[in-house]
Nanobody, 117 residues
C-alpha cells in the first residue's frame, strides 16, 4: 500500500503564491507519473498538471504560465508552485501518483486552497 501526505494549502490573496507538496511512502518499487487535480465546490474534479517519470510535464490551459509542477525522486515527492493565484483557483487540491508494482493509482487526502481578498 502507498500513502500520500499533502501539505501547503491555505488562504492567499489574489495575485499571491502557494507551494503544495505531496510525499509518497509505503510499498512501492518505483513511482511513475505524478500529478495534481482539483475540485471546486459543486464541480467535478479536474486535471491541473502532470509530471512524467523521465521527462516532460503537462498542464491544464487554465494554469499554464502560472503553475509549475516538479518532483524530487529521491524524496518521492511532487510539488506544485502556484503563482498569480486567482479566485477561480479556489478548490481542494489532490495529488495522484502512479506506483509500481501494478501499476496502481493512489490519491492524497486533499488540501484546501482558498484565494480571496
Amino acid at each position: 500500500q502507498v500513502q500520500l501526505v499533502e501539505s501547503g494549502g491555505g488562504l492567499v490573496q489574489p495575485g499571491g503564491s502557494l507551494r503544495l507538496s505531496c510525499a509518497a511512502s509505503g510499498s512501492m518499487s518505483r513511482i511513475g507519473t505524478m500529478g495534481w487535480y482539483r475540485q471546486a465546490p459543486g464541480k467535478e474534479r479536474e486535471f491541473v498538471a502532470h509530471i512524467f517519470s523521465v521527462l516532460g510535464t503537462n498542464y491544464a490551459d487554465s494554469v499554464k504560465g502560472r503553475f509549475t509542477i516538479s518532483r524530487d525522486n529521491a524524496k518521492n515527492t511532487v510539488y506544485l508552485q502556484m503563482n498569480s493565484l486567482k479566485p477561480e483557483d479556489t478548490a481542494v487540491y489532490y495529488c495522484k501518483v502512479v506506483a509500481f508494482p501494478g501499476p496502481a493509482d493512489y490519491w492524497g487526502q486533499g488540501t484546501q486552497v482558498t484565494v480571496s481578498s
